[in-house]
């Protein structure tokens, strides 16, 4: 039954085979909130006409059509790798099966021409109880952030820019995927320090230690800068594709308490450190796997820390970091081990 609120709405992706050519889309995610809005430029001609002092609406066009916003959504245990594919631009297809019904996935930054997501929202109108179709193609997603905090469902917001939008294709049948999970805090660890090996197109981390310190709180963030204002004679108001332009970055941030020879010495000393999340979940089936979400990072360096006094309570210290290139390894890698065995 039709309840004419957000109870009712949708959110479906597809990977598009062209860029820019809108496909329909076959994941469904469960998602918080979404901000999706269609970004025309309006042209306005100044000329002067006596007799004419206020703006004629004959002479308003659309010179450009763009699309943005981002949507938040409780990372799950199945069907995320699609979504970490296109943040990382990353190569993978198809995932690797390991002992049944378990496969792998480990996605590592790489180009991000030719990659687009058609995604589409459903949002109920309140006086009909109708579930209107929006549909963004040719969506890059240029910055996320995943955020994993004490007592709450690790999230995961994508920002995206987009070509289009659309509201006249009908609204895709959500489809979502069964037995899926959300993991939770109690579910993560985070562990220091060790060195890093990449073999076979996999890295790892040996001898490093898990964190002593509280965490309450742990947040990565992805950046990949992208011309996104490729509009050209004959484009009809479309963009081009986005192509990046800057330095992409990963930045992040730990809620702690504070611990001087953990935390703040690295920051002080100009320490790089090796930082390995892990989120491990359920087992799957008799695979002697468990639902994994794994965030590497080789080349850490922590970037600011203040251990301040603010009254009797517990001494706490916000740090923040930077990821950098090591070299020789990826500097990031997510590894996620599921029951999927197609993204």
Sequence with gaps: MATGSGLDAQLMVGSETTWG????????????????????????????????????????????????????????????????????????????????????????????????????????EPST?????????????????FTVSDNA??????????????????????????????????????????????????????GNTAAATVITEMSVQ??????GERFGIGNSGLKAEQLENDTPTITGSLSAEFNKTELYDLFTNNTTTAMVLTLTGNAIGASGSNDTLEIILPAVKLKGAAPNVGGPDIVSMSTDFEVYSDETNPPIQVRIVSADATL
């Design 129 to 145: 109880g109708t579930v209107r179709p929006f549909m963004f193609a040719g969506c890059k997603i240029g910055q996320w952030e």
């Design 153 to 206: 469902i690790p999230t995961l917001k994508l920002t995206v820019d987009g070509r289009s939008q659309d509201t006249t294709t009908a609204l895709a049948a959500a489809s979502y995927l069964s037995g899926a999970k959300v993991f939770s805090f109690a579910n993560a660890t985070l562990k220091l320090g060790g060195t890093a090996t990449t073999t076979s197109g996999k890295t790892t981390v040996a």
């Design 21 to 124: 050519t809108a496909v329909t889309p076959d994941h469904t995610y469960e998602f918080n909130d979404e901000s999706f809005k269609f970004d025309p430029t309006f042209l306005e001609p100044t000329g002067l006409r006596a007799g004419t002092k206020y703006k004629r609406a004959s002479r308003v066009s659309i010179s450009r059509k763009s699309v943005s916003g981002d949507f938040t959504l409780e990372h799950a245990t199945l069907g995320m790798g699609l979504l970490w594919k296109h943040a990382l631009a990353s190569a993978v297809t198809t995932p690797t099966a390991l002992t049944a019904p378990a496969y792998e996935q480990v996605h590592t930054p790489g180009d991000f021409r030719g990659k687009g997501l058609t995604i589409q929202v459903g949002r109920p």
């Design 222 to 227: 992805g950046s990949a800068p992208m011309a």
